[in-house]
């Protein structure tokens, strides 16, 4: 197969905004890789937007200067993947120039099409209205089983590029069966279950239909946690593998009486009062680079478990969440436990929710009785109860984006104005969810607004404000130049971020809504 093919099927893809079309188009390819497993699993996850090899080491700034493209396809799906494995191979003194190299190599050798189309899966911004949703449809439509069951066996099995090669290698016989080997595995991930929204206490109480279990819902970092003997793996919400990280998840999960586990649970930064930190302080936890030790020492994280999966020998997804909890109970001490309580009064549920929010948490989660564990699914076995507040913002400022974003403003800083001294002041600032045409209206409607006559704000950096940046200022809109690293007002800088806490939905002055 080559590499047009699957560019052209990402382009028809993008094209329409019919589901049953997408999903056709993309059967239809699947079905013609189906006698090659391997050609079935870089066509799943290119098309959902993904490489195999995760990350290559390529970004927008390499992706910025191309050659001329080829006049005809010549390049094969398996050829390209191996140039991907080769490019992010390269390691040491000199790989910058030569990941570079090879890149250069490996666009002179696409057509005008599949250069398009490599640009887009290596920057993350493939943009076909491809969801998941559509890939397992599309999956499940060329192996002729149920959606169902690819799904399933995608959680069970952490991967979907995997499963469907496994279902489609083994035919419309016997893709049933390639579907039933994957199952739980202490050790390999699977996609956490996800919870719907509840407007109330009382919404919640209503769609589980009486008796529900509401549990403090935490402002920390989900983990999922695996131990067989004295083996512990700790992964994130997203698959990542992160025990490295978080020795205090281990050490927790060592000193549990079991021998093997798979459980879900909450990592999270406390203060002494027992309060949590704000949700900065656990993610910086997380990063790649933190010195482990010196991280432990000065903010050490609690884990807090909710759920359990498998124990000792024991696959519990299937179990309706009373008897999952019962087993994890059993084995996990009350001070590892997030709070709990089970009611079908609405006045007890609203109590446990204000002492919850009064206790600095995010809000409760209301999980039915008898829900099962739906891996990678968000069901309405799980209900999240929180304060949403939608706030009327304005604009404070805007940064210069960078990458796939340079030359566009992007980041919006969004404040309100202080009623006790009519000064604005900063809430936060958002850059997620916006499309290519809002970036071209905002960067052109704030080029507008900027202050003194200045309209050059895409070339160089304006003459700097107080020696510390380009500012200019007009109609309550700060725009930042690309040497700004902060928004100045008359006199000093914009006030520290405020509220950093609950989560809010933004509304700025255009009308858009964002959120954090």
Same mark, same amino acid.
């Given at each position: 197969?080559?590499?047009?093919?699957?560019?052209?099927?990402?382009?028809?893809?993008?094209?329409?905004?019919?589901?049953?079309?997408?999903?056709?188009?993309?059967?239809?390819?699947?079905?013609?890789?189906?006698?090659?497993?391997?050609?079935?699993?870089?066509?799943?996850?290119?098309?959902?937007?993904?490489?195999?090899?995760?990350?290559?080491?390529?970004?927008?700034?390499?992706?910025?200067?191309?050659?001329?493209?080829?006049?005809?396809?010549?390049?094969?799906?398996?050829?390209?993947?191996?140039?991907?494995?080769?490019?992010?191979?390269?390691?040491? #003194?000199?790989?910058?120039?030569?990941?570079?190299?090879?890149?250069?190599?490996?666009?002179?050798?696409?057509?005008?099409?599949?250069?398009?189309?490599?640009?887009?899966?290596?920057?993350?911004?493939?943009?076909?209205?491809?969801?998941?949703?559509?890939?397992?449809?599309?999956?499940?439509?060329?192996?002729? &089983?149920?959606?169902?069951?690819?799904?399933?066996?995608?959680?069970?099995?952490? !991967?979907?590029?995997?499963?469907?090669?496994?279902?489609?290698?083994?035919?419309?016989?016997?893709?049933?069966?390639?579907?039933?080997?994957?199952?739980?595995?202490?050790?390999?991930?699977?996609?956490?279950?996800?919870?719907?929204?509840?407007?109330?206490?009382?919404?919640?109480?209503?769609?589980?239909?009486?008796?529900?279990?509401?549990?403090?819902?935490?402002?920390?970092?989900?983990?999922?946690?695996?131990?067989?003997?004295?083996?512990?793996?700790?992964?994130?919400?997203?698959?990542?593998?992160?025990?490295?990280?978080?020795?205090? &998840?281990?050490?927790?999960?060592?000193?549990?009486?079991?021998?093997?586990?798979?459980?879900?649970?909450?990592?999270?930064?406390?203060?002494?009062?027992?309060?949590?930190?704000?949700?900065?302080?656990?993610?910086?936890?997380?990063?790649?680079?933190?010195?482990?030790?010196?991280?432990?020492?000065?903010?050490?994280?609690?884990?807090?478990?909710?759920?359990?999966?498998?124990?000792?020998?024991?696959?519990?997804?299937?179990?309706?969440?009373?008897?999952?909890?019962?087993?994890?109970?059993?084995?996990?001490?009350?001070?590892?436990?997030?709070?709990?309580?089970?009611?079908? !009064?609405?006045?007890?549920?609203?109590?446990?929710?204000?002492?919850?929010?009064?206790?600095?948490?995010?809000?409760?989660?209301?999980?039915?009785?008898?829900?099962?564990?739906?891996?990678?699914?968000?069901?309405?076995?799980?209900?999240? &109860?929180?304060?949403?507040?939608?706030? !009327?913002?304005?604009?404070?400022?805007?940064?210069?984006?960078?990458?796939?974003?340079?030359?566009?403003?992007?980041?919006?800083?969004?404040?309100?104005?202080?009623?006790?001294?009519?000064?604005? &002041?900063?809430?936060? #600032?958002?850059?997620?969810?916006?499309?290519?045409?809002?970036?071209?209206?905002?960067?052109?409607?704030?080029?507008?607004?900027?202050?003194?006559?200045?309209?050059?704000?895409?070339?160089?950096?304006?003459?700097?404000?107080?020696?510390?940046?380009?500012?200019?200022?007009?109609?309550?809109?700060?725009?930042?130049?690309?040497?700004?690293?902060?928004?100045?007002?008359?006199?000093?800088?914009?006030?520290?971020?405020?509220?950093?806490?609950?989560?809010?939905?933004?509304?700025?002055?255009?009308?858009?809504?964002?959120?954090?």
């Amino acid at each position: 197969m080559l590499l047009i093919d699957i560019a052209s099927t990402s382009l028809n893809v993008g094209g329409t905004s019919s589901r049953l079309a997408k999903v056709a188009r993309i059967a239809e390819l699947l079905r013609a890789a189906a006698p090659d497993p391997e050609l079935v699993a870089i066509v799943v996850a290119w098309l959902s937007g993904e490489l195999r090899q995760r990350q290559i080491g390529v970004g927008w700034a390499t992706l910025r200067s191309l050659p001329a493209a080829a006049g005809s396809p010549a390049l094969t799906v398996t050829g390209t993947d191996a140039a991907f494995s080769e490019i992010g191979a390269v390691s040491g #003194k000199g790989s910058a120039a030569r990941r570079r190299e090879l890149i250069t190599r490996l666009f002179a050798a696409s057509t005008e099409t599949e250069q398009a189309f490599l640009v887009r899966l290596l920057s993350g911004e493939l943009r076909q209205g491809a969801l998941a949703g559509i890939m397992v449809d599309a999956v499940a439509r060329a192996a002729e &089983v149920p959606a169902t069951a690819v799904q399933r066996a995608a959680m069970l099995g952490g !991967d979907l590029p995997t499963v469907a090669a496994a279902c489609l290698a083994a035919g419309p016989s016997g893709a049933a069966g390639a579907l039933d080997s994957f199952t739980l595995r202490v050790g390999r991930p699977i996609g956490p279950m996800l919870a719907q929204s509840a407007g109330s206490i009382t919404d919640a109480l209503e769609r589980h239909g009486g008796a529900t279990i509401f549990e403090a819902k935490l402002d920390g970092a989900r983990v999922q946690i695996h131990r067989t003997g004295d083996e512990v793996t700790v992964y994130t919400r997203s698959l990542d593998d992160v025990t490295a990280r978080l020795p205090e &998840v281990v050490q927790a999960t060592l000193a549990l009486p079991v021998s093997d586990l798979v459980a879900d649970g909450e990592a999270i930064a406390l203060q002494p009062d027992g309060r949590p930190h704000r949700f900065q302080v656990t993610a910086s936890r997380f990063g790649r680079s933190v010195n482990v030790a010196a991280a432990q020492a000065k903010q050490p994280l609690s884990v807090f478990f909710f759920d359990i999966l498998h124990r000792d020998g024991r696959d519990l997804l299937d179990a309706p969440t009373t008897d999952r909890l019962a087993a994890l109970d059993a084995v996990v001490p009350a001070r590892h436990r997030v709070d709990r309580l089970t009611t079908a !009064d609405a006045a007890a549920a609203t109590d446990f929710l204000r002492a919850t929010l009064a206790a600095g948490h995010e809000g409760v989660m209301a999980k039915s009785p008898t829900a099962p564990y739906l891996a990678g699914r968000r069901g309405a076995g799980w209900l999240k &109860v929180k304060p949403v507040h939608t706030l !009327d913002l304005v604009v404070l400022a805007v940064e210069w984006g960078s990458g796939r974003r340079r030359g566009k403003l992007s980041n919006i800083h969004l404040g309100a104005r202080d009623a006790a001294t009519g000064e604005f &002041v900063m809430l936060g #600032k958002t850059f997620k969810g916006m499309t290519d045409a809002m970036l071209d209206w905002q960067t052109a409607r704030f080029t507008e607004l900027a202050v003194g006559g200045h309209r050059r704000l895409c070339g160089r950096a304006a003459p700097r404000a107080g020696g510390r940046g380009g500012l200019r200022r007009r109609a309550g809109v700060l725009a930042l130049s690309r040497r700004a690293g902060v928004a100045l007002r008359p006199g000093g800088a914009l006030p520290r971020r405020q509220g950093a806490g609950r989560r809010r939905h933004h509304r700025h002055r255009a009308g858009a809504v964002l959120t954090r």
